[in-house]
C-alpha cells in the first residue's frame, strides 16, 4: 500500500503564492511520473501539471509561466508551487503518481485532495 498526504492548500488573496505537497510512503520500489490534477466546483478534474522521473515538466496553458512542479526524489515528494493566483485557479488540488513496488508491478495512486480558495 502506498500513502499519498497532500499539504498546504488554504485561502489566499488573489496575486498571492502557495505552495503544495505531496508526499508519497508505502511500497514504493521506483516512482515515475507525478502530477497535479485539480477540480473545481461543477467542472471535470484537469491535468495541470507533470514530471517525469528525470525532472521533465509540462503544464497545461492556464497555469504555464505561473506554477512550478518540482520533486525531491531522495524523499518522494513532489510540489507545486504557484504564483500569481487567481480567482478560477480555485479549486480542490490532488496529486497523482504512478509508482512501481517491489514485484516490478504498476500502480497508480491519489492524494485525498486539497483546497485551495482564492479571493479577490
Known amino acids: 500500500q502506498v500513502q499519498l498526504v497532500e499539504s498546504g492548500g488554504g485561502l489566499v488573496q488573489a496575486g498571492g503564492s502557495l505552495r503544495l505537497s505531496c508526499a508519497a510512503s508505502?511500497?514504493?520500489?521506483?516512482?515515475?511520473?507525478m502530477g497535479w490534477y485539480r477540480q473545481a466546483p461543477g467542472k471535470l478534474r484537469e491535468l495541470i501539471a507533470t514530471?517525469?522521473?528525470?525532472?521533465?515538466?509540462n503544464y497545461a496553458d492556464s497555469v504555464k509561466g505561473r506554477f512550478t512542479i518540482s520533486r525531491d526524489n531522495a524523499n518522494n515528494i513532489m510540489y507545486l508551487q504557484m504564483n500569481t493566483l487567481k480567482v478560477e485557479d480555485t479549486a480542490v488540488y490532488y496529486c497523482?503518481?504512478?509508482?512501481?513496488?517491489?514485484?516490478?508491478?504498476?500502480?497508480?495512486?491519489w492524494g485525498q485532495g486539497t483546497q485551495v480558495t482564492v479571493s479577490s
Open positions: 497523482n503518481v504512478a509508482w512501481i513496488n517491489g514485484r516490478s508491478r504498476p500502480f497508480n495512486s
Open positions: 514530471i517525469t522521473s528525470g525532472g521533465a515538466t
Open positions: 508505502g511500497s514504493i520500489f521506483m516512482i515515475n511520473d
